[in-house]
């Protein structure tokens, strides 16, 4: 099914209104409203929303670690899931080198 130009030209108008209306509005406001009223949407977030997102400082998800390449520490996120009984280990920071670009199939067999 084909839309006609006039149909075409009510949805470019609704969502001008709806537009005009978010421009209005913070990202919070919106939520707020979303999740009061039960509209499926979600907001999308930026990196510095996710740095400061209440629920994943709570589960302290990001970690500090050290990097000697830049001379500081540097905030970057931790383990996606905390396990009480099979916790996850702390990885070593990536050192990239000829060797290690690709992955090793030595102790593999067929």
Known sequence: ???NAEALKELELAEGAVEDFLRTKTKA???ENVLRRRILAAPVATAADIAADQQLQAREYFV???SSALDRKLRLPGAFA??????SARLAPHRASAST???SMAGCSA
């Open 1 to 3: 099914m084909t839309a």
């Open 101 to 103: 670009t690709r992955p």
């Open 82 to 87: 905390k396990l009480s009984k099979t916790p």
């Open 64 to 66: 500090e670690v050290e």
């Open 29 to 31: 406001e919106v939520w």
